[in-house]
C-alpha cells in the first residue's frame, strides 16, 4: 500500500440541510482561515505513517499494537456520532 484516501478531509454543511457536519480532519476555517484539526484522527494518522514508513524501511515489528487499527475505527466512528448528533441538533431547532 502507497497512501491512504481519506475522504471527507473536511467538515461541510449537510447536502439536504445544511447542518454543520462533523465528520473531516478539519473543521470550517474561521475568520483568518485557520482550521481546527480533530486531534484523535490527526494522532492515528501519524502513528500509522510511522508504521508505514518502518514497513517501507524493512524495519521488524517491534509490537504487534504497531498493526493495531482500532484506533483509526475508533476515530471514524467518533466522527459519525458527531455527525448524527448535528442532525439531531438540527432536528431540534426546528
Known amino acids: 500500500m502507497q497512501g491512504v484516501c481519506l ?3 473536511v467538515n461541510h454543511p449537510g ?21 481546527e484539526v480533530f486531534e484523535p484522527l490527526a ?4 502513528r ?3 508504521f508505514a514508513e518502518l514497513i517501507l524501511a524493512g524495519k521488524p515489528f ?3 499494537r504497531e498493526t493495531d ?3 483509526l475505527d475508533w476515530a471514524a ?3 459519525e456520532a458527531r ?7 438540527e432536528v431540534a431547532a426546528l
Open 62 to 64: 517491534v509490537d504487534r
Open 43 to 46: 494522532n492515528e494518522l501519524a
Open 83 to 89: 455527525t448524527d448528533e448535528s442532525r439531531t441538533e
Open 15 to 35: 447536502w439536504d440541510d445544511d447542518r454543520h457536519c462533523y465528520n473531516g480532519l478539519f473543521d470550517y476555517a474561521d475568520d483568518w482561515g485557520n482550521r
Open 69 to 71: 487499527v482500532s484506533a
Open 77 to 79: 466512528h467518533a466522527m
Open 48 to 50: 500509522q505513517q510511522r
Open 7 to 9: 475522504y471527507p478531509i
